[in-house]
């Protein structure tokens, strides 16, 4: 058996007589008090810069830290409690994921333990809603557990820092996995609790971590066992998809796996139907009134609020159905909208999808398979569908957030002399240039698009105080205008192969002045092969458009092909990075 360093208890809050349950509770509740969420995490993963680490706190809250306690009685449990200050009233329930791994560290019966949790709400330092984690197994004095306590105390295997996923959509459950392994920190296990119906993902923290705590846990509500079981598979590839937390059958995994697109269609459905706008967040509505409001059949529509409640899109309480924050997400009138991606997921991109096998078999996308020509030109010749994927585009701005403070941008906002010129090229309907724009008002932008596209643009960004600095030029890749200072391509290269990739940016090259610099906004399929939205991306591009998701190796091959220099690249958002490149 190998040995390992006791734990330590946080310094600030812990004295060298306070090795009782009291004082680990007292510490523990302290810790959690006084943190703050972007400051733990930068501690927690000290890899973490500037982008990354503002992109895992947009995604991440410090929710608590945990302790397991061994009172010999519930008197005593609430009375220690009460002397922490902490509420004494917090609901018991069974834990399952604890109570499995005591009884495989200590080689005892499950029986044996009756490990409950507890959470006790505290505020902190900016008043958010937190808990202390209370794991507790009794031990009256003389019992024959004993010795599981003395060890527990002495180690605190289950003493762990936990981070709530804020949206927890498996796509970014699997890019937060992907981002905590590539700070070194370990997979170590995690399970899915039936009694409160969420989801949790433990890691070891990297060796370089600034914390006492040795354990990171995220916590996402549902039932995400499918996304377990790819983390489970990387701390324990001989352990099955079950790991540590029970078996589950490979059959219901894959039957979890199958019915994917009902719930792709069932969130469509919700936004076709309007049903975000007739409901509210904090209000229940019964299932008849909506019915009546969105003019649907009252059964049926029942039916979908059942599974969209499943899926963690709406609450059913006593009162009837109200949103959550997610389903809010559906909402056309909400700040960030995505509508309209479900509409585009749900419609054309879905249907192509029911092409893949053709994609793969012929190398052709399923779209063109599917309505003889290539997504772009289909959607321009029907403009209600190029209005629809220009707002889905738009819907995935988070990714843009700390775009702005890019040091390329911020040295052309700060530079003497003239003002300096950003040129954004296909940037849709301005997302982008508008936010470069408006973080730095001594810039100018120049806007590249489709004539039809500019007309919204300069519809958009004229109602904003950044209209007067932006030029709108139509054109296409061939059009690149000369003379820029810093010149912009998101999600562009995607779209293509590498020949037609090749091409835009020997355009991009030809237009840019030697001192000019370029940014390249694409998602980055990982070098080892590691779980990543980009892996995702991949397939819906060959699907949908022809071109790929690329590795950061790839893209400096291709711009090194048409005289430019990869210097660097920093993550953004949801899997997303900047790639950096300038004139050789």
Request: with cysteine.
């Amino acid at each position: 058996m190998h040995s390992e360093p006791p734990f330590t208890m946080p310094a600030t809050t812990m004295t060298a007589a306070a090795v009782d349950d009291a004082g680990r509770l007292s510490a523990t509740a302290a810790f959690v008090r006084e943190q703050d969420t972007c400051d733990l995490l930068s501690r927690v993963l000290p890899g973490l810069g500037g982008p990354e680490l503002r992109a895992l706190t947009d995604q991440c809250r410090f929710a608590h830290a945990a302790v397991l306690v061994f009172p010999p009685d519930e008197d005593t449990l609430r009375r220690e409690l009460a002397g922490c200050a902490l509420p004494t009233d917090a609901p018991a329930q069974p834990s399952v994921v604890v109570r499995e791994r005591l009884a495989a560290r200590h080689r005892r019966a499950l029986a044996d333990l009756d490990v409950r949790i507890l959470r006790p709400e505290v505020r902190g330092p900016a008043g958010e809603h937190r808990a202390v984690e209370v794991f507790a197994l009794t031990v009256p004095p003389g019992s024959a557990l004993s010795p599981i306590a003395t060890d527990e105390r002495r180690r605190e295997h289950e003493a762990h820092l936990a981070f709530d996923v804020v949206r927890p959509d498996p796509l970014v459950l699997r890019g937060l996995l992907a981002s905590f392994a590539r700070q070194g920190a370990a997979a170590d296990g995690g399970g899915y609790n039936l009694h409160e119906d969420g989801t949790v993902f433990y890691f070891t923290a990297p060796a370089d971590t600034k914390t006492a705590y040795r354990r990171v846990e995220l916590y996402a509500s549902g039932d995400h066992r499918d996304v377990l079981a790819e983390h489970l598979g990387a701390h324990d590839a001989a352990a099955g998809p079950a790991g540590e937390h029970g078996e589950t059958q490979p059959a219901e995994t894959l039957l979890r796996l199958l019915t994917g697109a009902w719930t792709t269609q069932a969130l469509a459905a919700c936004a076709q139907l309007r049903l975000p706008e007739a409901m509210d967040r904090h209000t229940g509505t019964p299932a008849a009134e909506l019915a009546r409001t969105v003019g649907a059949h009252p059964e049926s529509l029942a039916t979908l609020l059942r599974y969209l409640a499943m899926l963690g899109v709406v609450r059913d309480g006593p009162d009837g159905f109200r949103l959550t924050g997610v389903g809010a997400l559906l909402d056309a009138r909400a700040p960030g909208s995505m509508r309209p991606l479900a509409l585009m997921y749900g419609g054309p991109f879905y249907q192509s999808f029911a092409h893949l096998a053709h994609t793969v078999r012929s190398g052709q996308p399923g779209f063109e398979h599917l309505y003889g020509e290539n997504h772009f030109d289909h959607f321009a010749r029907h403009p209600e569908l190029a209005t629809l994927f220009d707002q889905s585009m738009v819907s995935s701005a988070p990714i843009f957030e700390p775009l702005p403070a890019h040091p390329v941008l911020t040295a052309a906002a700060t530079a003497p002399g003239r003002p300096r010129t950003v040129v954004d090229i296909a940037g849709g309907t301005g997302e982008l240039l508008g936010r470069i724009l408006t973080a730095h008002p001594t810039l100018r932008g120049i806007l590249l698009e489709r004539p039809q596209v500019l007309a919204a643009a300069r519809t958009r960004l004229a109602a904003t105080p950044v209209g007067a600095r932006c030029d709108f030029r139509p054109g296409d890749f061939a059009d690149v205008p000369p003379g820029g200072d810093v010149y912009v391509l998101s999600r562009v290269l995607h779209d293509w192969d590498d020949d037609r990739c090749r091409s835009i940016l020997r355009h991009c090259a030809d237009a840019m002045p030697g001192h000019a610099d370029l940014l390249v906004v694409e998602r980055l399929l990982p070098a080892d092969g590691a779980a990543s939205l980009a892996t995702a991306w991949d397939l819906h591009m060959m699907c949908n458009t022809g071109g790929r998701e690329r590795t950061a190796e790839h893209y400096a091959r291709l711009l090194a092909d048409c005289g430019l220099a990869l210097v660097g690249h920093t993550p953004l958002a949801l899997g997303a990075h900047t790639l950096h490149a300038r004139r050789t």
